[in-house]
Protein backbone atom coordinates (compact mmCIF):
# COMPACT_ATOMS: atom_id res chain seq x y z
CA UNK A 1 0.00 0.00 0.00
CA UNK A 2 1.71 3.45 -0.73
CA UNK A 3 0.41 5.85 0.84
CA UNK A 4 -2.72 6.34 2.78
CA UNK A 5 -4.43 9.21 4.48
CA UNK A 6 -7.52 9.16 5.21
CA UNK A 7 -9.45 8.03 8.30
CA UNK A 8 -12.80 8.99 9.92
CA UNK A 9 -14.07 12.67 10.12
CA UNK A 10 -16.88 12.81 12.50
CA UNK A 11 -18.60 15.84 11.60
CA UNK A 12 -21.50 17.53 14.68
CA UNK A 13 -24.05 19.39 12.30
CA UNK A 14 -25.54 21.37 14.96
CA UNK A 15 -29.37 22.29 13.93
CA UNK A 16 -31.07 25.62 14.37
CA UNK A 17 -33.75 24.35 16.79
CA UNK A 18 -31.82 22.95 19.36
CA UNK A 19 -32.72 19.09 18.85
CA UNK A 20 -29.70 17.29 20.13
CA UNK A 21 -27.07 17.35 17.63
CA UNK A 22 -27.01 15.13 14.87
CA UNK A 23 -23.33 13.17 14.43
CA UNK A 24 -22.57 12.38 10.82
CA UNK A 25 -19.88 10.52 10.28
CA UNK A 26 -18.13 10.61 6.66
CA UNK A 27 -16.12 7.88 5.98
CA UNK A 28 -13.11 8.23 3.59
CA UNK A 29 -12.01 5.06 2.46
CA UNK A 30 -8.56 4.69 2.39
CA UNK A 31 -6.53 4.09 -1.32
CA UNK A 32 -4.85 0.55 -1.48
CA UNK A 33 -2.72 0.76 -4.42
CA UNK A 34 -1.97 -2.61 -4.46
CA UNK A 35 -5.42 -4.15 -4.03
CA UNK A 36 -6.48 -1.23 -7.14
CA UNK A 37 -3.27 -2.58 -8.86
CA UNK A 38 -4.18 -5.97 -8.75
CA UNK A 39 -7.72 -5.94 -9.48
CA UNK A 40 -7.04 -4.42 -12.52
CA UNK A 41 -4.90 -7.07 -13.55
CA UNK A 42 -7.91 -9.21 -12.78
CA UNK A 43 -10.36 -7.11 -15.04
CA UNK A 44 -7.39 -7.22 -17.92
CA UNK A 45 -7.40 -10.97 -17.40
CA UNK A 46 -11.46 -10.56 -17.95
CA UNK A 47 -11.46 -9.12 -21.05
CA UNK A 48 -8.81 -10.83 -22.47
CA UNK A 49 -9.94 -14.49 -21.40
CA UNK A 50 -13.01 -12.93 -23.70
CA UNK A 51 -11.23 -12.21 -26.59
CA UNK A 52 -9.72 -15.70 -26.10
CA UNK A 53 -12.81 -17.15 -25.65
CA UNK A 54 -14.91 -15.79 -28.66
CA UNK A 55 -12.58 -14.32 -31.09
CA UNK A 56 -9.52 -15.88 -31.05
CA UNK A 57 -6.97 -14.53 -34.16
CA UNK A 58 -9.49 -12.15 -34.90
CA UNK A 59 -8.71 -8.19 -34.82
CA UNK A 60 -11.48 -8.07 -32.02
CA UNK A 61 -14.07 -8.86 -30.24
CA UNK A 62 -17.68 -7.78 -30.13
CA UNK A 63 -18.56 -8.50 -26.77
CA UNK A 64 -22.23 -8.76 -27.01
CA UNK A 65 -22.67 -10.89 -29.71
CA UNK A 66 -20.12 -12.88 -28.77
CA UNK A 67 -18.54 -13.15 -32.06
CA UNK A 68 -14.98 -12.38 -33.71
CA UNK A 69 -14.86 -9.32 -36.26
CA UNK A 70 -12.03 -8.04 -38.77
CA UNK A 71 -11.37 -4.66 -39.67
CA UNK A 72 -10.13 -5.72 -43.11
CA UNK A 73 -11.07 -8.78 -45.56
CA UNK A 74 -8.43 -10.63 -42.84
CA UNK A 75 -7.50 -10.38 -39.54
CA UNK A 76 -4.08 -7.94 -38.13
CA UNK A 77 -4.56 -9.42 -35.00
CA UNK A 78 -4.78 -5.93 -33.50
CA UNK A 79 -5.94 -7.16 -30.10
CA UNK A 80 -3.22 -9.38 -29.43
CA UNK A 81 -0.75 -7.20 -30.63
CA UNK A 82 -1.99 -4.30 -29.20
CA UNK A 83 -2.33 -5.99 -25.59
CA UNK A 84 0.77 -7.76 -25.32
CA UNK A 85 2.98 -4.31 -24.04
CA UNK A 86 -0.22 -4.66 -20.87
CA UNK A 87 1.03 -7.95 -20.36
CA UNK A 88 4.07 -7.24 -19.84
CA UNK A 89 4.27 -4.40 -17.96
CA UNK A 90 1.38 -6.70 -15.65
CA UNK A 91 3.86 -9.43 -15.27
CA UNK A 92 1.60 -11.62 -16.91
CA UNK A 93 4.01 -14.18 -18.61
CA UNK A 94 2.08 -16.86 -19.45
CA UNK A 95 -0.88 -14.85 -21.76
CA UNK A 96 2.54 -12.57 -23.10
CA UNK A 97 3.68 -16.27 -24.42
CA UNK A 98 0.24 -16.98 -25.89
CA UNK A 99 -0.11 -13.77 -27.31
CA UNK A 100 3.56 -13.80 -28.84
CA UNK A 101 3.30 -17.39 -30.28
CA UNK A 102 -0.19 -16.31 -32.00
CA UNK A 103 1.68 -13.62 -33.34
CA UNK A 104 4.56 -14.76 -34.69
CA UNK A 105 3.01 -17.86 -36.21
CA UNK A 106 0.16 -16.08 -37.63
CA UNK A 107 0.65 -12.05 -37.99
CA UNK A 108 1.79 -11.56 -41.88
CA UNK A 109 1.23 -8.33 -43.76
CA UNK A 110 1.52 -9.85 -47.53
CA UNK A 111 -2.47 -8.71 -47.61
CA UNK A 112 -4.60 -7.93 -50.66
CA UNK A 113 -5.94 -4.83 -49.33
CA UNK A 114 -5.56 -1.08 -47.99
CA UNK A 115 -5.01 -0.23 -44.26
CA UNK A 116 -5.35 3.07 -42.85
CA UNK A 117 -1.44 3.88 -42.06
CA UNK A 118 -2.20 5.81 -38.84
CA UNK A 119 -4.10 3.14 -36.93
CA UNK A 120 -2.31 0.08 -38.34
CA UNK A 121 0.77 2.97 -37.43
CA UNK A 122 0.00 3.61 -33.84
CA UNK A 123 -1.76 0.05 -33.05
CA UNK A 124 0.45 -2.28 -35.35
CA UNK A 125 4.19 -0.91 -35.78
CA UNK A 126 3.89 0.79 -32.30
CA UNK A 127 2.54 -2.83 -30.42
CA UNK A 128 5.77 -4.79 -32.42
CA UNK A 129 8.51 -2.22 -31.98
CA UNK A 130 7.37 -1.74 -27.98
CA UNK A 131 6.83 -5.84 -27.80
CA UNK A 132 10.26 -6.18 -29.39
CA UNK A 133 11.72 -3.97 -26.90
CA UNK A 134 10.00 -5.34 -23.89
CA UNK A 135 10.59 -9.43 -24.97
CA UNK A 136 13.81 -9.27 -27.23
CA UNK A 137 12.08 -11.73 -29.70
CA UNK A 138 13.94 -10.62 -33.40
CA UNK A 139 10.53 -11.57 -34.94
CA UNK A 140 9.27 -8.87 -33.41
CA UNK A 141 11.14 -6.37 -35.47
CA UNK A 142 11.05 -8.14 -38.58
CA UNK A 143 7.64 -7.96 -38.35
CA UNK A 144 7.57 -4.34 -37.52
CA UNK A 145 9.75 -3.19 -39.99
CA UNK A 146 8.12 -5.63 -42.72
CA UNK A 147 5.26 -3.28 -42.00
CA UNK A 148 6.97 -0.15 -41.65
CA UNK A 149 8.42 -1.11 -45.61
CA UNK A 150 4.94 -1.72 -46.64
CA UNK A 151 3.61 1.76 -45.49
CA UNK A 152 6.25 3.84 -46.72
CA UNK A 153 4.88 4.21 -50.43
CA UNK A 154 2.16 6.24 -48.71
CA UNK A 155 4.65 9.52 -47.93
CA UNK A 156 5.51 9.54 -51.89
CA UNK A 157 3.20 12.29 -52.52
CA UNK A 158 3.97 16.24 -53.73
CA UNK A 159 4.37 17.36 -50.19
CA UNK A 160 5.22 14.29 -47.95
CA UNK A 161 2.50 13.94 -46.32
CA UNK A 162 1.07 10.62 -46.42
CA UNK A 163 -2.32 9.57 -47.68
CA UNK A 164 -4.99 8.24 -45.91
CA UNK A 165 -4.57 4.61 -46.83
CA UNK A 166 -2.16 2.19 -48.73
CA UNK A 167 -2.03 -1.33 -50.02
CA UNK A 168 -0.20 -3.58 -48.46
CA UNK A 169 1.07 -5.58 -51.37
CA UNK A 170 1.51 -3.37 -54.23
CA UNK A 171 1.68 0.07 -52.11
CA UNK A 172 -1.15 2.00 -54.17
CA UNK A 173 -2.43 4.89 -51.82
CA UNK A 174 -5.97 6.21 -51.44
CA UNK A 175 -7.63 9.42 -49.96
CA UNK A 176 -5.38 12.57 -50.20
CA UNK A 177 -7.43 14.75 -47.58
CA UNK A 178 -5.84 13.80 -44.42
CA UNK A 179 -5.48 15.45 -41.06
CA UNK A 180 -2.09 16.56 -38.78
CA UNK A 181 -3.16 13.67 -35.88
CA UNK A 182 -2.86 11.08 -38.62
CA UNK A 183 -0.06 12.47 -40.44
CA UNK A 184 2.19 13.82 -37.69
CA UNK A 185 1.25 10.75 -35.71
CA UNK A 186 4.07 8.08 -37.30
CA UNK A 187 6.81 10.00 -36.10
CA UNK A 188 7.67 7.88 -32.83
CA UNK A 189 7.22 4.72 -34.60
CA UNK A 190 8.90 5.49 -37.77
CA UNK A 191 11.66 7.10 -36.04
CA UNK A 192 12.01 4.13 -33.23
CA UNK A 193 12.01 1.55 -36.40
CA UNK A 194 14.63 3.75 -38.00
CA UNK A 195 16.71 3.77 -34.52
CA UNK A 196 16.47 -0.15 -34.60
CA UNK A 197 17.06 -1.07 -37.97
CA UNK A 198 19.97 1.76 -38.16
CA UNK A 199 18.60 2.75 -42.03
CA UNK A 200 17.24 6.56 -40.99
CA UNK A 201 14.73 6.49 -43.92
CA UNK A 202 11.76 5.92 -41.81
CA UNK A 203 12.88 8.46 -39.36
CA UNK A 204 13.08 11.16 -42.41
CA UNK A 205 9.92 10.16 -44.19
CA UNK A 206 7.99 10.72 -40.54
CA UNK A 207 9.63 13.86 -39.57
CA UNK A 208 8.83 15.60 -43.13
CA UNK A 209 5.66 14.84 -43.11
CA UNK A 210 5.28 16.25 -39.40
CA UNK A 211 7.06 19.66 -40.37
CA UNK A 212 4.83 20.40 -43.72
CA UNK A 213 1.59 19.84 -41.03
CA UNK A 214 3.95 22.42 -39.17
CA UNK A 215 4.98 24.61 -42.29
CA UNK A 216 1.29 24.93 -43.02
CA UNK A 217 0.33 26.68 -39.68
CA UNK A 218 -1.48 30.00 -39.95
CA UNK A 219 -0.18 33.41 -39.57
CA UNK A 220 -1.21 33.22 -36.05
CA UNK A 221 0.15 29.83 -35.54
CA UNK A 222 -2.58 27.29 -35.79
CA UNK A 223 -3.49 23.97 -37.88
CA UNK A 224 -6.77 23.20 -39.34
CA UNK A 225 -8.39 20.23 -39.29
CA UNK A 226 -7.93 18.51 -43.10
CA UNK A 227 -5.41 18.82 -45.62
CA UNK A 228 -5.05 17.52 -48.96
CA UNK A 229 -1.64 16.21 -48.68
CA UNK A 230 -1.11 16.73 -52.74
CA UNK A 231 -1.77 20.43 -52.85
CA UNK A 232 -1.04 21.20 -49.31
CA UNK A 233 -3.85 23.39 -49.12
CA UNK A 234 -6.20 23.19 -45.94
CA UNK A 235 -9.65 21.98 -46.77
CA UNK A 236 -10.75 22.21 -43.39
CA UNK A 237 -9.63 25.38 -41.23
CA UNK A 238 -11.23 24.30 -37.97
CA UNK A 239 -8.69 24.02 -35.34
CA UNK A 240 -9.02 22.16 -31.99
CA UNK A 241 -6.82 19.84 -29.72
CA UNK A 242 -9.64 16.72 -30.55
CA UNK A 243 -9.43 13.79 -32.72
CA UNK A 244 -8.12 14.67 -36.36
CA UNK A 245 -5.45 16.67 -34.73
CA UNK A 246 -4.60 15.81 -30.77
CA UNK A 247 -1.64 13.79 -31.06
CA UNK A 248 -0.02 15.93 -33.48
CA UNK A 249 0.89 18.00 -30.87
CA UNK A 250 1.69 15.05 -28.83
CA UNK A 251 3.98 13.62 -30.79
CA UNK A 252 6.22 17.11 -31.20
CA UNK A 253 6.68 16.81 -27.37
CA UNK A 254 7.26 12.98 -26.97
CA UNK A 255 9.36 13.17 -30.48
CA UNK A 256 11.97 15.51 -28.51
CA UNK A 257 11.83 13.32 -25.43
CA UNK A 258 12.34 10.25 -27.06
CA UNK A 259 15.27 11.33 -30.21
CA UNK A 260 16.44 14.44 -28.57
CA UNK A 261 15.35 16.29 -31.86
CA UNK A 262 15.78 20.04 -31.28
CA UNK A 263 13.60 20.59 -34.04
CA UNK A 264 11.20 18.88 -32.93
CA UNK A 265 11.13 20.86 -29.16
CA UNK A 266 11.49 24.23 -31.40
CA UNK A 267 7.91 22.51 -32.67
CA UNK A 268 6.22 22.13 -29.41
CA UNK A 269 7.43 25.89 -28.38
CA UNK A 270 6.21 27.42 -31.58
CA UNK A 271 3.17 25.66 -31.08
CA UNK A 272 1.48 25.40 -27.84
CA UNK A 273 1.50 29.43 -27.01
CA UNK A 274 -0.89 29.38 -30.05
CA UNK A 275 -3.12 26.59 -28.66
CA UNK A 276 -2.99 28.07 -25.03
CA UNK A 277 -4.03 31.96 -26.56
CA UNK A 278 -6.90 31.04 -28.90
CA UNK A 279 -8.14 27.59 -27.53
CA UNK A 280 -8.14 27.65 -24.21
CA UNK A 281 -11.25 28.50 -22.22
CA UNK A 282 -11.94 29.66 -19.00
CA UNK A 283 -15.73 29.56 -17.66
CA UNK A 284 -18.17 29.47 -15.11
CA UNK A 285 -18.00 25.88 -15.64
CA UNK A 286 -14.47 25.06 -15.60
CA UNK A 287 -11.62 25.48 -17.85
CA UNK A 288 -11.74 23.88 -21.47
CA UNK A 289 -10.34 24.14 -24.81
CA UNK A 290 -12.57 25.09 -27.47
CA UNK A 291 -12.74 25.14 -31.42
CA UNK A 292 -11.52 28.63 -33.22
CA UNK A 293 -10.78 28.80 -36.77
CA UNK A 294 -7.12 28.85 -37.72
CA UNK A 295 -6.31 32.28 -39.12
CA UNK A 296 -8.66 34.59 -37.18
CA UNK A 297 -8.73 32.52 -34.00
CA UNK A 298 -12.37 33.49 -33.52
CA UNK A 299 -14.00 31.00 -31.29
CA UNK A 300 -16.56 28.71 -33.25
CA UNK A 301 -17.46 25.69 -30.72
CA UNK A 302 -17.35 25.09 -27.01
CA UNK A 303 -17.07 21.23 -27.88
CA UNK A 304 -14.67 18.97 -25.50
CA UNK A 305 -14.78 15.80 -25.42
CA UNK A 306 -13.39 11.97 -24.10
CA UNK A 307 -10.83 12.58 -26.63
CA UNK A 308 -9.47 16.19 -25.56
CA UNK A 309 -9.02 14.31 -22.35
CA UNK A 310 -4.83 13.54 -23.02
CA UNK A 311 -4.13 17.21 -23.24
CA UNK A 312 -3.57 17.33 -19.12
CA UNK A 313 -1.20 14.53 -19.41
CA UNK A 314 0.42 15.86 -22.30
CA UNK A 315 0.58 19.14 -20.71
CA UNK A 316 1.64 17.69 -16.92
CA UNK A 317 4.32 15.02 -18.98
CA UNK A 318 5.59 19.29 -20.98
CA UNK A 319 6.34 20.83 -17.40
CA UNK A 320 2.79 22.76 -17.23
CA UNK A 321 1.67 21.17 -14.44
CA UNK A 322 -1.14 24.55 -13.36
CA UNK A 323 -2.52 24.30 -16.56
CA UNK A 324 -2.64 20.47 -16.53
CA UNK A 325 -4.38 19.90 -13.10
CA UNK A 326 -7.06 23.00 -13.84
CA UNK A 327 -8.04 21.13 -17.27
CA UNK A 328 -8.25 17.61 -15.44
CA UNK A 329 -10.35 19.06 -13.18
CA UNK A 330 -13.04 19.47 -16.06
CA UNK A 331 -11.98 16.35 -17.28
CA UNK A 332 -12.80 14.81 -13.95
CA UNK A 333 -16.28 16.80 -14.10
CA UNK A 334 -17.08 15.45 -17.66
CA UNK A 335 -16.45 12.04 -16.03
CA UNK A 336 -18.48 12.15 -13.43
CA UNK A 337 -21.67 14.19 -14.20
CA UNK A 338 -23.33 10.72 -15.80
CA UNK A 339 -20.81 8.48 -13.91
CA UNK A 340 -18.98 7.99 -17.28
CA UNK A 341 -17.64 10.50 -20.10
CA UNK A 342 -19.56 11.04 -23.13
CA UNK A 343 -17.74 11.08 -26.32
CA UNK A 344 -18.37 15.30 -26.11
CA UNK A 345 -20.16 18.08 -24.56
CA UNK A 346 -20.85 21.65 -25.00
CA UNK A 347 -18.75 23.00 -21.86
CA UNK A 348 -20.95 26.05 -22.05
CA UNK A 349 -23.95 24.64 -21.15
CA UNK A 350 -22.89 21.26 -20.16
CA UNK A 351 -25.04 19.79 -22.35
CA UNK A 352 -24.21 16.14 -23.84
CA UNK A 353 -23.59 16.69 -27.89
CA UNK A 354 -22.39 12.51 -28.30
CA UNK A 355 -23.54 10.17 -25.55
CA UNK A 356 -21.46 7.01 -26.36
CA UNK A 357 -18.69 5.51 -24.57
CA UNK A 358 -16.40 3.69 -26.72
CA UNK A 359 -13.96 2.61 -22.96
CA UNK A 360 -11.31 5.51 -24.09
CA UNK A 361 -8.22 5.85 -21.92
CA UNK A 362 -7.38 9.45 -22.24
CA UNK A 363 -8.62 10.82 -19.21
CA UNK A 364 -7.44 7.96 -16.95
CA UNK A 365 -4.40 8.08 -19.15
CA UNK A 366 -4.09 11.98 -17.52
CA UNK A 367 -4.50 11.26 -14.01
CA UNK A 368 -1.72 8.86 -14.14
CA UNK A 369 0.34 11.14 -15.65
CA UNK A 370 -0.75 13.96 -12.97
CA UNK A 371 -0.09 11.72 -10.07
CA UNK A 372 3.17 10.89 -11.32
CA UNK A 373 4.57 14.73 -11.63
CA UNK A 374 2.71 16.20 -8.04
CA UNK A 375 1.80 12.96 -6.05
CA UNK A 376 -1.27 14.69 -5.53
CA UNK A 377 -3.51 11.90 -3.59
CA UNK A 378 -6.27 12.87 -6.00
CA UNK A 379 -5.50 11.74 -8.68
CA UNK A 380 -5.53 8.30 -7.32
CA UNK A 381 -8.96 8.98 -6.30
CA UNK A 382 -9.95 9.99 -9.45
CA UNK A 383 -8.46 7.12 -10.97
CA UNK A 384 -10.26 4.63 -8.35
CA UNK A 385 -13.50 6.47 -9.43
CA UNK A 386 -12.81 6.06 -13.29
CA UNK A 387 -11.79 2.50 -12.84
CA UNK A 388 -14.82 1.91 -10.72
CA UNK A 389 -17.51 2.81 -13.01
CA UNK A 390 -15.72 1.34 -15.58
CA UNK A 391 -15.91 -2.14 -13.74
CA UNK A 392 -20.01 -0.75 -13.02
CA UNK A 393 -20.90 0.25 -16.09
CA UNK A 394 -18.97 -1.31 -19.08
CA UNK A 395 -18.12 -5.09 -17.34
CA UNK A 396 -20.02 -7.77 -19.39
CA UNK A 397 -19.83 -11.39 -18.31
CA UNK A 398 -17.51 -12.28 -20.74
CA UNK A 399 -15.41 -9.22 -21.57
CA UNK A 400 -15.95 -5.12 -21.38
CA UNK A 401 -18.47 -3.46 -23.74
CA UNK A 402 -18.52 0.04 -24.90
CA UNK A 403 -21.50 1.69 -23.88
CA UNK A 404 -24.38 3.67 -26.40
CA UNK A 405 -25.00 6.45 -23.95
CA UNK A 406 -23.67 6.96 -21.00
CA UNK A 407 -26.91 8.48 -19.73
CA UNK A 408 -28.99 5.24 -20.75
CA UNK A 409 -25.93 3.04 -19.98
CA UNK A 410 -27.29 1.03 -22.99
CA UNK A 411 -23.87 -1.37 -23.67
CA UNK A 412 -22.93 -1.37 -27.33
CA UNK A 413 -20.71 -4.51 -29.20
CA UNK A 414 -17.21 -2.97 -29.12
CA UNK A 415 -14.15 -3.91 -27.45
CA UNK A 416 -11.74 -1.75 -28.89
CA UNK A 417 -8.05 -2.82 -28.55
CA UNK A 418 -7.34 0.11 -26.99
CA UNK A 419 -8.99 -0.78 -23.97
CA UNK A 420 -6.14 -2.98 -23.52
CA UNK A 421 -3.42 -1.28 -24.65
CA UNK A 422 -4.07 2.63 -23.03
CA UNK A 423 -7.58 2.07 -20.57
CA UNK A 424 -6.34 -0.55 -18.63
CA UNK A 425 -2.63 0.18 -19.26
CA UNK A 426 -2.72 3.76 -17.58
CA UNK A 427 -4.87 2.26 -15.03
CA UNK A 428 -2.36 -0.24 -13.50
CA UNK A 429 0.19 2.18 -13.91
CA UNK A 430 -1.42 4.75 -11.62
CA UNK A 431 -1.77 2.21 -8.91
CA UNK A 432 1.16 0.16 -9.37
CA UNK A 433 4.46 0.67 -7.47
CA UNK A 434 6.56 3.18 -9.83
CA UNK A 435 9.62 0.93 -10.81
CA UNK A 436 6.96 -0.78 -12.82
CA UNK A 437 7.91 2.07 -15.74
CA UNK A 438 9.61 4.55 -15.41
CA UNK A 439 9.14 7.89 -17.00
CA UNK A 440 13.08 8.80 -17.88
CA UNK A 441 13.35 5.34 -19.15
CA UNK A 442 10.27 5.14 -21.64
CA UNK A 443 8.49 7.19 -24.08
CA UNK A 444 4.55 5.94 -24.95
CA UNK A 445 3.48 5.96 -28.40
CA UNK A 446 -0.27 7.74 -28.32
CA UNK A 447 -1.89 4.23 -28.08
CA UNK A 448 0.63 3.33 -24.52
CA UNK A 449 2.94 1.13 -26.30
CA UNK A 450 6.25 1.92 -24.00
CA UNK A 451 9.05 2.58 -26.26
CA UNK A 452 12.43 2.62 -24.53
CA UNK A 453 14.62 5.91 -25.41
CA UNK A 454 17.99 4.43 -26.94
CA UNK A 455 20.64 6.32 -25.74
CA UNK A 456 23.73 6.94 -27.95
CA UNK A 457 27.09 5.71 -26.64
CA UNK A 458 30.04 8.28 -26.82
C1 LIG B 1 -6.29 5.50 -29.51
O1 LIG B 1 -6.22 4.74 -30.66
C2 LIG B 1 -5.17 6.51 -29.43
O2 LIG B 1 -5.02 6.96 -28.12
C3 LIG B 1 -5.38 7.69 -30.36
O3 LIG B 1 -4.38 8.66 -30.19
C4 LIG B 1 -6.73 8.31 -30.09
N1 LIG B 1 -7.80 7.34 -30.11
C5 LIG B 1 -7.65 6.11 -29.39
C6 LIG B 1 -8.11 6.14 -27.95
O4 LIG B 1 -9.17 6.91 -27.67
Redesign the pocket.
Known sequence: MKSIILGICIVFAISSCQSPPAEKIVEISPIDTQALADSVKQEFLHAWNGYKTHAWGYDALKPLSKTGHNWYAESLLMTPVDAFSTMKLMGLEAEALEAKTLIIKELNFDKDFYVQTFEVT??LLGGLISAYQLDGDPEFLRLAQDLGDRLMPGFETATGMPYVRVHLQNGSKEWQVNNPAEIG?LLLEFGQLSKLTNDPKYYDAAKKAITEVYNRRSDIGLVGTTINVESGEWENTSSHISGMI??YYEYFYKGWLLFGDEDLKKMWDESIPAVNQYLWDETDNGAWYGYADMHTGERTSTRFGA?DAFMPGLLALSGDVERAAKLQESCFKMWTMHGIEPESLDYSSMEIVNPGYVL???NIESAFYLYRFTKDEKYLEMGREMFQSLVKYCRTDDAYAALQSVVTKEKRDDMES?FLA?TLKYAYLLFADERTLSLDEFVFN??AHPFRIIRQEN
Do not use: G, K, V
Request: no cysteine; proline share 8%; hydrophobic share 25%.
Open positions: IRTDSLRPEFETE
